[in-house]
């Protein structure tokens, strides 16, 4: 099986994890389940749950503690992106080609459908207590990185600065904060989660969070470049929306050549030290390079 | 000392809580760490806390893990109320006599505050395995209760019906389920968090399901009465709002006289039940005889 037929596989599996912890839809509170499956099920990378499951296997974890935490990373991303979406946010009204949530639910309903997938992410991630009682351990230091990632320290406090400073020249300083935060912060949530349900230690949960900050900030490079070089069609979102939204972005401020180089020399970084981790020339690996050669 | 006296010695506490449980105000990012403070010690009666802390002691607690679950209970009740004021929600530019938190820092600030809020309640109550290490299994019973109350089976879920429904003349089975839900969850996870952490049996915390759950219930009528009854100076938000914008009540279904019935008798089930459990005749039981005459 070459990469790309690997990459679909384990896309399809967790497709089926994210529908399997999607709560059915019924009660009279049923149009939020059919809010949140419409903006989970709307496609992406899965790139998220894609780190954590690889990084759990770098390990040698088993068990079934891990499913829950790779859903619930992403209903975490997704809310994230029905909420940036929004009217008095990026009031965008397009996403992967598709009408955003609050579009096609109402205003009130895309707040809520946010709120509903975040706080469900937590009550999935949850229910890894019930599947593997004996590994509470563990799955109350998963918790934890998960809540601290994807809040004020970690997703939300990169958002928050990325809106304070819309419109504004940012300095290089201020951009690698927001980067690390708003993009990096849930890449290393995702390795990190994936390293200690397997039991790694703290050293190594050390190691992958490193690694997963290269990569998040190369991800993010490699996003600023596409919204320049790429095209809606292959993205399924509008281009050149930073320079219309006069963002401040990684290549604004260093140029597209040198952009390229960093996403290179980033990625190049976390290899290294992935090699001190585990000399297999696994999938993951082969994932990380695939990232800075994605043309969406 | 006399209840209004220990009301108000525990308020206190419950508000050193708050503000330990805070996170300080620093970084790139302070702005939502100041929204957060402005909507969280905006005052209110703090009862969740209270409830939780004293169902806690009614089950002979100790020890430190409820405080960081008091705070989370807190964060989450307040983000719902910093979300449901926005402009695509209630649109409420007053709560407790001052501004809401989107008119001081802006709708995108008002809707990850909000976002922060909730995420950093867990982020809180996870601090708990920290404090009690030997403790895990129950903060995870307790982690649960807390995530499952405030989803779509809970608070959410409640909340969801009141905007989708609103406006309309629902039925008096469809009102039953947003009270409970809306109001009643998050009452029951403050009480039955109280008593898991303390230790209490499963049949035990069904018990102060039902207590709270019925306690919750009366509370949410009261709320309708004072509506119609109330002043805005004692409330600190307008009166005949429900009338306003034509929203069914336990009021307009039943009458205020009924209502007020209504109130006194669920209240007394709840106290009949709660002497099952205890017959101290101690604060806990005050408390939940003043909500019946509480004028705010």
Not at 226 to 234: H, I, K
Request: hydrophobic share 40%.
């Amino acid at each position: 099986m070459n990469f790309r037929e690997e990459y679909t596989e384990k896309k399809n599996q967790i497709e089926e994890i994210l529908k399997e912890f999607l709560p059915p839809q019924e009660g009279y509170q049923k149009i939020i389940m059919e809010a949140m499956e419409y903006s989970l099920m709307a496609g992406g990378k899965r790139l998220r749950p894609m780190l954590m499951m690889e990084t759990f296997h770098l390990f040698g974890g088993q068990g079934a503690a891990i499913r829950p935490f790779m859903a619930a990373i992403e209903m975490i991303h997704t809310y994230s992106l029905v909420h940036d979406d929004l009217p008095a946010m990026d009031n965008d009204e397009y996403r992967r080609g598709r009408k955003t949530t609050h579009v096609v639910y109402g205003e009130d309903m895309g707040i809520l459908a946010g709120d509903a997938l975040l706080n469900y992410a937590f009550e999935t991630a949850c229910q890894a207590f019930d599947r593997e009682p004996q590994q509470s351990e563990r799955i109350g230091r998963a918790l934890r990185i998960l809540a601290k990632k994807a809040g004020i320290y970690g997703m939300i406090g990169g958002q928050v600065v990325d809106v304070k400073e819309s419109g504004k020249r940012v300095s290089g300083e201020v951009l690698d904060f927001i980067y690390r935060l708003k993009t990096g912060a849930l890449i290393e949530s995702s390795m990190m989660i994936g390293a200690v349900l397997a039991g790694a230690g703290e050293e190594q949960v050390k190691s992958v969070e490193r690694i997963a900050g290269k990569i998040g900030m190369a991800f993010q490079i490699q996003d600023d470049i596409l919204d320049v070089t790429g095209t809606a069609e292959t993205l399924g979102k509008p281009v050149h929306s930073d320079e219309k939204n006069e963002k401040m972005t990684y290549v604004v401020w260093k140029g597209l050549e040198e952009s390229g180089k960093a996403v290179e020399r980033l990625t190049q970084e976390a290899l290294e030290e992935l090699r001190k981790l585990s000399s297999e020339d696994g999938f993951l690996r082969q994932l990380l390079i695939s990232l800075i050669h994605r043309e969406k």
